[in-house]
């Protein structure tokens, strides 16, 4: 409890100093919130239209004075209106976080269940056949950009297949779990394409460490089947690196999907994030980078929290 206390302490901190920097750093991008919206008509304003419109979105004040502005209202909840939306900006994000948490986790969930057992089958044959060709595609996986591979996949299935993924709409698992699940099987396997190559590496290296230690030979002495050696003695402690690369990772899946959703044109937060910068929404580009960098927080203390239930050894509060 005085670990978890002493974290959630930071939180404040850390986010202040995110604050800081995506709210100075949009307002280095040349043009504005009037002329992104107006554009070439932006031109035919008057001064005094200008003027008008700057106080009603908040720019006609020094930058110091908008910060404060934003953070007194951000400490009361209120992370502004989007002018492109013309709604809060929390309505807007919690309208598109569901599709691009679903999408994280569907990523997550298949490079873990590819990425884990194709570790363990490379560490328990190493330097065999086996271990050579998952190493190889371990290495073709990392360094593939994701844009080429959902490139691929969709030429494969159109060209060779005749089939088009749904793209453009999303439909909530509750709604139809069927439909959901075919729009966004595909761009899953686009953004955890390159996380199951290092969950695989990483896998195989901590096995490997994990394999070679006494209490594993021990075992093995006693008689315990190799199978049960592997999965139930070794794997748990070779996990630690992969909670960790886990906990790091889905925090850019969250805040980097926007490639694949520009892609395969899903409505979700990085595309939103995107968009908002093009359009110079300011409020709506704070409140997104925000909201992505707290839950990155949240992930890595959960992803911290589990090391003690994985490995018992482990105490968090000592110093």
Not at 154 to 169: D, E, K, Q, R
Not at 234 to 241: S, T, V
Request: charged fraction near 10%; aromatic fraction near 10%; proline fraction near 5%.
């Amino acid at each position: 409890m005085n670990y978890l206390a002493r974290r959630l302490l930071t939180f404040p901190l850390i986010l202040l100093g995110v604050s800081l920097l995506v709210f100075f750093s949009i307002r280095m991008i040349p043009g504005d919130a009037i002329t992104a919206m107006l554009g070439t008509e932006a031109g035919l304003l008057t001064p005094v239209q200008r003027q008008a419109l700057a106080a009603y979105f908040g720019i006609d004040q020094p930058v110091v004075v908008q910060y404060g502005r934003w953070l007194a209202g951000l400490l009361q909840g209120d992370l502004g209106i989007s002018v492109t939306y013309g709604k809060p900006v929390l309505t807007v994000i919690l309208e598109r976080f569901p599709l691009t948490l679903e999408l994280a986790l569907l990523a997550m969930v298949i490079a873990l269940g590819i990425g884990v057992p194709a570790g363990v089958l490379a560490a328990t044959n190493n330097e065999r056949s086996t271990d050579v060709v998952v190493r190889i595609l371990a290495m073709l996986g990392q360094s593939t950009p994701g844009f080429v591979v959902g490139l691929v996949i969709i030429y494969v299935l159109s060209v060779y297949f005749g089939f088009v993924p749904a793209m453009g709409s999303f439909t909530p698992l509750w709604t139809d779990p069927l439909a959901n699940l075919g729009q966004l099987i595909f761009p899953a396997v686009t953004l955890g394409f390159a996380f199951a190559a290092s969950v695989t590496r990483i896998s195989r290296s901590a096995m490997l460490d994990v394999l070679s230690d006494d209490y594993i030979r021990t075992a093995r002495a006693k008689g315990v089947p190799g199978r049960s050696v592997v999965w139930h003695h070794a794997l748990p402690n070779a996990l630690i690196p992969v909670v960790t690369l886990s906990g790091v990772e889905f925090g850019y899946l969250l805040g980097g999907a926007v490639i694949v959703e520009q892609i395969f044109a899903l409505p979700g937060l990085g595309r939103l994030t995107l968009d908002a910068i093009g359009q110079r929404d300011y409020a709506l580009v704070q409140g997104c980078v925000l909201f992505v960098a707290f839950n990155f927080l949240i992930v890595n203390l959960l992803v911290d929290l589990a090391y003690a239930a994985l490995d018992p050894r482990i105490r968090l509060g000592a110093r």
